[in-house]
């Protein structure tokens, strides 16, 4: 099935149109000294640096080996901070694609049979690898996708656990035995891996969504293709090298990237790639979800959100405005989990509402480099029109702007921190997910109509709630129509712990003992004539 609007595959909501050309890559300098990270640093200057270093990728990886695009085209990549152009990479298509999932056949079937000990040891190295290097692999992330030095940093331990997680658990893929209804009879299940997994990763998270996925797939003997955002697609070339160097064998790890729907397109149509794991916006999920019926391929994806964030009279109010300002404003607001609704009950709605203005008008504001920032741009001007609209609608139908409300004035696509009030659940931004840094407050009176204000949308990924009432939390818990609940807390993803959705949040779960089920199919064997 074509895949209209792959352009916007990794981009969430923020559509992203690709023009590929021939071209060369840009000459790098030679190595110079140590990185400080009190030092705003232009994005040529640091990319010689992290070239020096091996992990600055400009090609793709296709069956172990460092390949152009088979045409010569080329995709600029840009510092959204600066707009400064960081480096150039393949824009690749269908061809490259088949020949990255043939290349993952043929690695799957020496790879499948290695022992899960010996998965668990490459493993191992590759998350060792990783955080030995995490402060190039930071300034990496920060460099293409904007977001603060020491959030990223952050982001590289948190996308290393799931490798270090799943390297655990691939000695644990246990099956079963079942007592048998015939005395000569022997039943047992076995876990298997699916086989090539087709992996396509958004720009928001550029290591942790890869890792999250590729991790339980090496470990139960699965391999990949993996199509990062043209957006991003740096770091996810620095993991692929690091991968390499840890002995994953050639033909396991394959990335490729460019024109979105060829390479989609591609994935889908395979006979040799039996499953597609995916995060991103919930249209695309659905065409995916639509083209693997086809070849009936299993499909996990991670889609929107429109995550409620819910404030009880009862909260305790510095609890709530740290849990809040964490919950909406990470990653400048555009993540998946991010509370789109803070919906306050009419007691502490005022109280909130300054105290929480309070805070987010300390929120500095600047290139992810620069020391102090807690807030970078937006991925590009089209995210960043998102947002302006969002704000424009919900003006037009009564809403009042406390703070923020407009472009910053550092220009480019940063947008001021920004809280609204009065605003109702007819207005756009409380119906879709505005993936920016603007948090829109509603009020309730009533316990029942906050459940109900809370549900009232397709999306069912993330929901939050603050209370110092055990009997609430429950109530309320049982009650959300979501598959993350954060109770008085604003950050909630762990390695160790299942991440997905409902209702139209997606299928499947990432992370935990769960997340590697994703990847295995069970094959159920009857032993017969056994009384002999």
Not at 390 to 401: Q, W
Request: aromatic share 6%; net charge neutral.
């Amino acid at each position: 099935m074509a895949m209209m609007g792959m352009a916007g595959v990794a981009a969430r909501s923020a559509r992203h149109r690709l023009s590929c050309s021939t071209g060369h890559l840009p000459s790098m300098r030679a190595s110079s000294p140590p990185l400080s990270r009190q030092i705003t640093m232009d994005a040529q200057s640091l990319a010689a640096r992290l070239k020096s270093s091996g992990l600055l990728r400009s090609q793709g990886l296709i069956g172990g080996k460092w390949v152009d695009a088979y045409d010569g085209s080329t995709i600029k990549v840009h510092n959204p901070a600066t707009g400064e152009v960081i480096t150039e990479v393949p824009c690749m298509g269908s061809r490259e694609t088949k020949d990255a999932i043939s290349s993952a056949y043929d690695a799957f079937q020496s790879w499948s049979k290695v022992t899960a000990a010996e998965r668990s040891r490459h493993l191992r190295k590759w998350y060792d690898l990783l955080i030995s290097h995490k402060e190039e692999l930071g300034q990496l992330i920060t460099l293409e996708q904007g977001k603060p030095l020491k959030e990223a940093i952050g982001e590289v331990g948190y996308g290393a656990s799931f490798i270090e997680y799943f390297s655990e658990e691939a000695k644990r893929v246990y099956g079963d035995i079942i007592p048998a209804p015939l005395a000569d009879r022997r039943l047992f299940v076995l876990k298997q891996p699916v086989g090539v997994v087709g992996t396509i990763t958004p720009w928001n998270f550029p290591l942790a969504m890869i890792t999250r996925k590729v991790g339980p797939a090496l470990a139960c003997g699965c391999t990949v293709v993996i199509k990062p955002s043209e957006l991003t697609p740096l770091t996810a070339l620095a993991a692929a090298e690091l991968s390499l160097q840890a002995g994953i064998p050639p033909g396991a790890v394959n990335v490729v990237m460019g024109k979105a729907s060829d390479i989609g397109d591609s994935l889908l149509e395979s006979s040799q790639l039996r499953k597609i794991t995916f995060t991103g916006s919930t249209a695309v999920g659905k065409r995916l979800m639509a083209g693997a019926a086809a070849t009936v391929k299993k499909v996990s994806l991670e889609l929107g959100g429109n995550a409620p964030c819910i404030v009880f009279d009862d909260a305790d109010v510095d609890v709530a405005v740290k849990g809040t300002l964490a919950a909406k404003f990470r990653n400048s607001g555009q993540t998946c989990v991010c509370a789109n609704r803070v919906i306050v009950q009419e007691g502490i709605y005022e109280k909130f509402a300054t105290a929480f203005s309070n805070a987010v008008q300390n929120l500095q504001v600047g290139d992810g480099f620069s020391e102090g920032v807690a807030q970078g741009p937006l991925i590009n001007e089209a995210a960043l029109h998102k947002v302006e609209s969002f704000v424009e609608d919900a003006i037009s139908k009564g809403a009042k702007i406390l703070l923020g409300g407009k472009r910053h004035s550092l220009g480019r696509t940063f947008y001021e921190p920004t809280i609204m009030t009065d605003v109702k659940s007819d207005m756009l931004i409380s119906r879709e997910e505005v993936f920016g840094p603007v948090a829109p407050l509603l009020r309730f009176r009533t316990e029942e109509e906050a459940i109900r204000m809370a549900n009232d949308t397709n999306a069912g990924l993330a929901a939050y709630i603050f209370t110092s009432n055990v009997q609430r939390t429950w109530r309320v818990t049982e009650a959300l129509e979501y598959g993350i609940v954060g109770v008085n807390e604003g950050i909630i993803s762990t390695e160790v712990a299942p991440f997905g959705g409902v209702k139209q949040s997606g299928l499947g779960r990432e992370g935990s003992k769960y997340g590697i089920d994703e990847y295995l199919e069970l094959k159920y064997v009857c032993l017969g004539n056994m009384s002999h």
